[in-house]
């Protein structure tokens, strides 16, 4: 299995009350449960990562409910508004329950 | 037309293409309509003010580039019209959402209309549409 590595692009400083864009990537098959399997026929199981929550100092930013008609590899940007210094943490839901998370920190400069 | 066995056949092949025609199409309508309800709840919903950016044709429906916006939002639900199963995503934006927009890649299937439904913080239902045309499909397998 292909390892799932999230990646985020979030700035390190922002004057407070500004809106800054965020992107973010997490490497995963999105596998969509209805591909066959070329070799034996049978359909590949799905396995997708079907919620994204994004929060900041525990405040939410957005959350994603994800259907498996998102591309591999899900990409998503987004704007917030940053109130304070504070950290980003963003958390990604696998259909196996595995959760992947990250968190960037944010000053205020 | 002499009834033999091989025109036989050739009409029955027919036939039942004729029969089977409409039901995948009738289906997925139903599948956007429900969809559509079970995010409403049934109410009316206004059309415009959402915003949807897309290409207006997509070499690769694998990677579809698309952007949702509607001010005011506080969720959107994108559906792809076309593909086995309509739902493709729902942005529910917080309190720190900058400005209720939201912007993914998405598989299409084929040739199709995309549409976004969006729930005002006010209560209310907008929607848009748009189609993409795809050259090759991204449900491919």
Redesign the interface.
Known sequence: MAKVKPRVKVPKKAKAGE???IKSLISHPME?G???D?KTGDL?PRRIINKFE???NG??????????????N??????????EAGTVRFEWTDDDGTVYDLEKKIAIG | MDLNRRNVLILGTGAVAMAALPLPAFAVDAGVDEAIAAFTGGADVADGGVDIEAPEIAENG???PV?VSADGASEILLL?TG???P?????????????S????????AKTQDLVAVAKMQDGSFAKAGRTVKVTIG????
Do not use: H
């Open positions: 809106t800054i864009t969509t209805q591909r066959k070329k590949i994004v929060t900041f405040e939410d930013v957005i959350t994603v409910d994800i259907d498996p008609a998102v591309s591999a899900p990409y998503f940007q987004f704007d917030m508004v940053v109130p | 694998n990677t579809v952007a792809a593909n086995p199963n739902d493709v995503a729902t942005f529910r934006f917080g309190k720190l959402s900058g400005d927009s939201a912007a993914t890649r998405i598989r299409l991204g449900c491919g397998g």
